[in-house]
């Protein structure tokens, strides 16, 4: 089967603890992207890769840090500077010159 | 200039007719405006998407309405059923900037039996 696949699918964190996200894709995709949900508000970017050893800031990319050593695998950290990290995280992944990302089944966080 | 505004927040219909989803964007360099399909607890999926130079695009019951001049467009779900009952959001993307999207608040859509 392929697809994307993120885990936990619930994650619990406490206070001043870093966590780490796992996203695995295996459809050869070139683009990894992470997101974060909230309740009432659309998806807002944390960071994206467009190959592998490369990637950017999002428009909320503060608190959070990725790597990208492997194409299939884009994990993320929430470290403790995300102050309020309690959210849905969805990761997605795209192939090189088409326009459509196609996303896991999202991790929540919760603050304990 | 990268927003994208979304509404109705909410929206309730009755089986069988016609879901009217509005967005509006303002950066007119962006080329893709895709329309994603989410359940409760799981990732987004595509529903349907267009680019600026068709004014319409239709797969089965699922229409996306383009006006570029007014920079606005629109998803139209014809017969309603309740398994449509779901969130909605649109997005819109331009392909120089690494395919980022920029998404709309989210539209959450109750089709009543």
């Known amino acids: 089967d392929g697809g994307i696949t993120q885990s936990p699918k619930y994650l619990f964190r406490k206070e001043g603890q870093n966590v780490t996200l796992s996203c695995e894709q295996n459809?050869?995709?070139?683009?990894m992207y992470w997101y974060r949900q909230d309740p009432g508000q659309g998806l807002r970017l944390i960071y994206y890769s467009q190959i592998v050893n490369d990637f950017q800031k999002g428009d909320i990319a503060e608190g959070y840090s990725v790597s990208r050593e492997k194409k299939e695998s884009f994990p993320l950290t929430v470290t403790s500077a995300q102050k309020n990290p309690t959210a849905f995280y969805l990761c997605?992944?795209?192939?090189?010159?088409?326009?459509?990302?196609?996303f896991g089944p999202g991790t929540r966080l919760l603050v304990l | 200039q990268q927003q994208v505004k979304q509404s109705p927040q909410s929206l309730i219909v009755q089986k069988g007719g016609i879901s009217i989803i509005n967005c509006a964007y303002e950066n007119t360099a962006f080329d893709y405006f895709p329309w994603y399909q989410q359940f409760p607890g799981k990732g987004p999926a595509l529903l349907i998407a267009i680019r600026p130079d068709v004014s319409e695009k239709k797969e089965g019951r699922f229409t996306i309405s383009f006006n570029k001049s007014a920079k606005q467009f629109s998803l139209h779900i014809m017969d309603s059923q309740p398994g449509d009952s779901a969130t909605y959001f649109c997005?819109?993307?331009?392909?120089?900037?690494?395919?980022?999207?920029?998404f709309g608040e989210g539209t959450q859509l109750t089709v009543n039996p």
């Open positions: 997005a819109a993307s331009r392909g120089t900037s690494g395919s980022r999207l920029t």
């Open positions: 459809l050869n995709h070139d683009a």
């Open positions: 997605a992944s795209r192939v090189a010159g088409a326009e459509t990302q196609y």
